[in-house]
């Protein structure tokens, strides 16, 4: 897996502030269903660890794991196999620190993404909804290219050391939401403000 150096201290100031933001909203919500944090994406959603196997896609887009693969208990079922390897490798350095990480959402189907579409227009309108909620056909989440991950401790340990496993915060918004680091890349993209830029 590719470790790349982590980044240079002058690019530490500008994503150190956006991620207080990140977490000031975190906590201004309590992570729960209302509030600024309380994103459709940052619900505890349960992990999809007992999804029915029919229900994964069968394009093969996600391939962490194969239609027989058997659940997973982690919330990395349906999950790309590189990305939940740099989880792994990130939850067990972060363990090492005391600090717990898991998996809040990882892959997630069509259906269940389009629910949490309709959930977030029902509670916040359009287009406050579009900041935090991507449709079906962009959101990475249904390729198995994405995870969220908790608590907020968690995520902050990740927002700060996940360049170390190859993960990056994708979303300024959304201190919880890790995509992979792209192939041949030595930093994380810049950060879309919020998920706006895909509807
Ligand atoms: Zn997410």
């Known amino acids: 897996m590719r470790r790349p150096e982590p980044a240079h201290p002058t690019r530490t100031r500008p994503r150190l502030a956006v991620l207080a933001g990140a977490v000031a909203a975190l906590a201004l919500a309590g992570c729960t269903a209302t509030g600024a944090g309380g994103a459709p994406d940052a619900l505890p959603a349960v992990p999809v660890a007992t999804a029915d196997p029919a229900s994964q896609d069968p394009s093969g887009a996600a391939d962490g794991a194969g239609p027989d693969a058997p659940p997973r208990a982690d919330g990395l079922d349906g999950v790309d196999a590189d ?117």
Do not use: I, M
Not at 99 to 104: G, K, M
């Open 83 to 199: 990305l939940a390897a740099r989880f792994e490798a990130a939850r067990a350095a972060a363990e090492a620190e005391g600090v717990e990480l898991r998996v809040t959402s990882g892959k997630r189907t069509a259906e269940e993404q389009q629910r949490l579409v309709d959930d977030a227009v029902a509670t916040r309108g359009v287009p406050e909804a579009y900041r935090w909620v991507l449709p079906p056909e962009s959101s990475a989440h249904v390729q198995g290219l994405a995870v969220d991950v908790g608590p907020t401790e968690g995520a902050y340990w990740l927002a700060q050391h996940g360049l170390d496993f190859g993960l990056c915060q994708t979303y300024a918004n959304e201190v919880w939401h890790f995509e992979k680091l792209p192939d041949g890349a030595d930093a994380c993209p810049e950060q879309h403000p919020d998920s706006s830029w895909g509807w």
